[in-house]
């Protein structure tokens, strides 16, 4: 049997996953990256994205919009703004969360702020193409 580790993955709503895995590919805010067991330690800001679980050879997606990953001797421990599996998604309001973000940037004065507000928005449009296309089903 591979390797596995420990890996919690915990929102403000709840505790999203906490078991023994063989990997987890997060979204890191300077590019993904994959943790296996005996990985060294890390912190690292993740974005919006898709963090991909690997337990028994089989991968569980969960769309995480933000936080913070701890890699340590205990395992990995990701703090999600927002953490949904994919079968618990509701498409339709995270389209209508995509328009209002669209919506909203028309507001926004040039600088850094819009500049964040854009970013996010590709992200999150990003998350969608990816659970709309084949792969994803």
Do not use: C, W, Y
């Amino acid at each position: 049997m591979a390797n596995t580790f420990h890996f919690d993955l915990v929102s403000p709503e709840k505790i999203a996953f906490s078991g023994e895995v063989e990997q987890v590919d997060v979204p890191g805010v300077e590019g993904d990256f994959g943790v296996l067991a005996g990985h060294s330690p890390l912190v690292a800001s993740i974005r919006p994205g898709i963090l991909t679980v690997t337990v028994g050879g089989k991968n569980e997606k969960i769309i995480v919009l933000g936080g913070l990953a701890e890699v340590s001797d205990k395992g990995l421990t990701v703090l999600a703004d927002t953490a949904t599996s994919l079968a618990e998604l509701d498409r339709v309001a995270f389209a209508k969360q995509i328009e209002e973000m669209e919506e909203n940037l028309k507001d926004k004065e040039p600088g850094s702020a819009l500049d964040r507000a854009i970013a996010r928005l590709d992200h999150f449009k990003v998350i969608q193409q990816r659970i709309t296309s084949t792969g994803m089903h």
